[in-house]
């Protein structure tokens, strides 16, 4: 994990929340959720806020949501299609590498922000306006888990 994304957390950490390391990724648990944990091949329902990281999480560096307050909140209007819920198994390879990561353990109900550097993200390849090599940070509210 990068300096900057540590010292966000150790920063911003609070005395209930909890940080939770998977392979490149970080994921502050902000709520708790409750029952069965997501697994390797488990499935997932969530909302999702987008931002590139710089030294902080900020509605000036969002580049993608499909959490409809978010979007509002920062007045956004481009954005996903629209704000239904993104719901993904973890075997099908449509989530960037360090999402997925910080994903795994995650339970419905839990709000989170998972953060990891540019090589878990879209690496050496600019993405829309996403510089190559960017840090990048998620803040995550799950909605379901499934692991059958």
């Known amino acids: 994990i990068e300096t900057g994304i540590e ?3 150790s920063s911003n950490l609070k005395d ?4 939770t390391y998977n392979s490149g990724s970080a994921r502050l648990t902000l709520v708790p959720g409750e029952g069965e944990e997501l ?3 488990g499935a997932v329902g969530f909302y ?3 931002y590139i990281f710089t030294s902080n999480i ?3 560096n969002m580049f ?9 909140a920062a007045k956004w209007n481009l954005t996903d299609h629209d704000y239904s819920l993104m719901e993904i198994n973890l075997h099908d390879g449509a989530l960037l590498e360090g999402v997925r990561n910080g994903l795994i353990g995650v339970k419905a109900g839990e709000e989170c922000e998972i953060l990891f550097c540019g090589k ?3 690496g050496n390849s600019t993405f829309g306006m996403i510089p190559a090599n960017s840090a990048l ?3 995550i509210w799950v909605v379901s888990v499934s692991n059958e």
Do not use: C, L, M
């Open 64 to 72: 993608a949501t499909n959490h409809e307050a978010t979007a509002v």
């Open 48 to 50: 999702y806020a987008g």
């Open 58 to 60: 900020s509605p000036s």
């Open 39 to 41: 697994k390797e091949g």
């Open 16 to 19: 209930d929340w909890t940080v």
């Open 137 to 139: 940070a998620f803040k």
């Open 120 to 122: 878990y993200g879209f």
């Open 7 to 9: 010292k966000y957390i």
